[in-house]
T-cell receptor
Framework: GAVVSQHPSRVICKSGTSVKIECRSL??????MFWYRQFPKQSLMLMAT?????????EQGVEKDKFLINHASLTLSTLTVTSAHPEDSSFYIC????????????FGPGTRLLVL | DAKTTQPNSMESNEEEPVHLPCNHS???????IHWYRQLPSQGPEYVIH???SNVNNRMASLAIAEDRKSSTLILHRATLRDAAVYYC?????????????FGKGTLLTVNP
């Protein structure tokens, strides 16, 4: 089946620094990738949708200048949390899908971010 | 987006069938019914999806009511590895918006 990887799997950083999380589709080309955030004991919340080669579409309430998303190729999307604060500590998960008409989303294993 | 209602939790015994219900009374004719599951500390995993007819795959079966206002995910023989949160999600099939809106899901516990 289709595999999506994320790197790093966990990261600890100091408040005020920036952290970049990579999401890769390993054996398929992903025209669309999604970024989610999940706080403990809660469900996934969609942050943004990114299509290869175009700007990401952010969900209401998600700051686009704080959560920078780049989808420069058909196999790689990155999420950069800028000037991270403790409240940004969360489980960040990406998903990817192939072309139009494909219903299935393939999820990465997630990245656990802890901001001190 | 049309909403879904699932029980907060369910229990099952190993090697027995499990029927996970989902109500979606406001479903529209163009909404796909998706099921994903999430094991602890992992990303979600696709299970199955359907539109009108029942669907089977190697993981599970999806039974869709005739009026489409409810559906049931069937795990034919539960194993300990099936313990997870199961999400029933409706996705509008019109347009190019493929985003999924996750609810709280059903926490399935499988007893040995």
């Amino acid at each position: 089946g289709a595999v999506v990887s994320q790197h790093p799997s966990r990261v600890i950083c100091k408040s005020g620094t920036s952290v970049k999380i990579e999401c890769r589709s390993l054996d398929f080309q992903a025209t669309t990738m999604f970024w989610y955030r999940q706080f403990p004991k809660q469900s996934l919340m969609l942050m943004a949708t990114s299509n290869e080669g175009s700007k990401a579409t952010y969900e209401q309430g998600v700051e686009k200048d704080k959560f920078l998303i780049n989808h420069a190729s058909l196999t790689l999307s990155t999420l950069t949390v800028t000037s991270a604060h403790p409240e940004d500590s969360s489980f960040y998960i990406c998903s990817a899908k192939t072309g139009p008409g494909e219903e299935t989303q393939y999820f990465g294993p997630g990245t656990r971010l802890l901001v001190l | 987006d049309a909403k879904t209602t699932q029980p907060n939790s369910m229990e099952s015994n190993e090697e027995e069938p499990v029927h996970l219900p989902c109500n979606h009374s406001t479903i529209s004719g163009t909404d796909y019914i998706h099921w994903y599951r999430q094991l602890p500390s992992q990303g979600p995993e696709y299970v199955i999806h359907g539109l009108t007819s029942n669907v089977n795959n190697r993981m599970a079966s999806l039974a869709i009511a005739e009026d489409r206002k409810s559906s049931t995910l069937i795990l034919h023989r539960a194993t300990l590895r099936d313990a997870a949160v199961y999400y029933c999600i409706l996705r509008y099939s019109g347009g190019s918006n493929y985003k999924l809106t996750f609810g709280k899901g059903t926490l399935l516990t499988v007893n040995p």
